[in-house]
Nanobody, 126 residues
Framework: QVQLVESGGGLVQAGGSLRLSCAAS????????VGWFRQAPGKEREFVAA????????YYADSVKGRFTISRDNAKNTMYLQMNSLKPEDTAVYHC???????????????????WGQGTQVTVSS
């Protein structure tokens, strides 16, 4: 069963922090790059961050660079997104995604990802 499950979302004040987790089945996580996307109400889904299979290559959207950090623990089949200095414009549903097996490099294009989680809501109040 291919499965990605996000957790860690919630309500936080501007300037605060949250840590999102994405737990995956081994089949959905191994030997591939993974990433985070978000979608705010009335807006299109947008890229947030991505990380290679080895973890040595990361990409970030300009809007989160310097504030968010993506990481992964392959032994636990889990990916993380540490979000600091949160802003109201970070409010969205955050989805984790996994590329097809064998695609080790991260990419910012959503159509390059094969598996998606249901999402976790992040709300940042001003």
């Amino acid at each position: 069963q291919v499965q990605l499950v996000e957790s860690g979302g919630g309500l936080v004040q501007a300037g605060g922090s949250l840590r999102l987790s994405c737990a995956a089945s081994e089949r959905a996580f191994s030997n591939r790059a993974v990433g985070w996307f978000r979608q705010a109400p009335g807006k299109e889904r947008e890229f947030v961050a991505a990380i290679s299979w080895s973890g040595d290559s990361t990409y970030y959207a300009d809007s989160v660079k310097g504030r968010f950090t993506i990481s992964r623990d392959n032994a636990k089949n889990t990916m993380y997104l540490q979000m600091n200095s949160l802003k109201p414009e970070d409010t969205a549903v955050y989805h984790c995604a996994a590329r097809s097996r064998g695609y080790y490099s991260p990419t910012l294009y959503s159509d390059h990802y094969e598996y998606w989680g249901q999402g976790t809501q992040v709300t940042v109040s001003s």
